[in-house]
């Protein structure tokens, strides 16, 4: 009975984790950019987000990645920002 219960266990992580792993971010690279005058933060979020992600969620993501660069969430002309970009769209 012990022995069916661990292996109930085990199969329940095993499936949780194989889950987990189905809904893990893709692989990022990451770029770096210059902005150029009249760049906003969506725009350059925009260009650089994945098929089917949020644009809030790509924004949030450039913030993180560059701390302190990206004040009140404005971008700032001639600055250098690193972007995570999907390795699919590096070939691009």
């Not at 292996?7 to 950019?33: K, R």
């Not at 987000?49 to 404005?74: F, V």
């Amino acid at each position: 009975m012990k022995r069916a219960i661990l292996a109930l266990i085990i199969a329940l992580s095993l499936s949780g984790i194989a889950q987990a792993l189905d809904q893990a971010p893709q692989p990022h690279n990451t770029i770096i950019i210059t902005v150029q005058p009249g760049d906003t933060l969506w725009e350059i979020a925009g260009r650089y987000m994945e098929d089917g992600q949020n644009i809030q969620e790509a924004m949030y993501i450039i913030r993180q990645t560059n701390p302190g660069k990206i004040p009140g969430g404005m971008v700032i002309s001639g600055e250098k920002l690193i972007i995570p970009v999907p390795m699919s769209m590096e070939a691009k």
